[in-house]
Nanobody
Framework: QVQLVESGGGLVQPGGSLRLSCAAS????????TGWFRQAPGKEREFVAA????????YYADFVKGRFTISRDNAKITVYLQMNSLTPEDTAVYYC?????????????????WGQGTQVTVSS
């Protein structure tokens, strides 16, 4: 019912910034909790950030340490992840996901819809 498309990934040097976008296919997306997850080779998929419906609540992984900001623009049915002060450890495929109920925003198993991912590479 909801199709998600990530964009904005690419190659950036350490200390640089990227803004990822997650565009949804339906206006009902504004009522979904949306999360960002990432997965690096050989590692488990891990939670990065999430935002509740209408942007009422936000959640962040500890490793973000104030570097990342999640936001949403319901008029554009899009969720953003602003990433600053990037390090090589941030290199991964980043996925956005949507959950209708939003009761477990930091758990990937709670999400129903997933995008295909966008590659973020932090390197000199």
């Amino acid at each position: 019912q909801v199709q998600l498309v990530e964009s904005g990934g690419g190659l950036v040097q350490p200390g640089g910034s990227l803004r990822l976008s997650c565009a949804a296919s339906a206006r009902t997306f504004s009522s979904y909790t949306t999360g960002w997850f990432r997965q690096a080779p050989g590692k488990e998929r891990e939670f990065v950030a999430a935002i509740g419906w209408e942007g009422g609540s936000t959640y962040y992984a500890d490793f973000v340490k104030g570097r990342f900001t999640i936001s949403r623009d319901n008029a554009k049915i899009t969720v953003y992840l602003q990433m600053n002060s990037l390090t090589p450890e941030d290199t991964a495929v980043y996925y956005c996901a949507a959950d209708l109920f939003g009761n477990r925003p930091m758990q990937h198993s709670a999400y129903d819809y997933w995008g295909q991912g966008t590659q973020v590479t932090v390197s000199s």
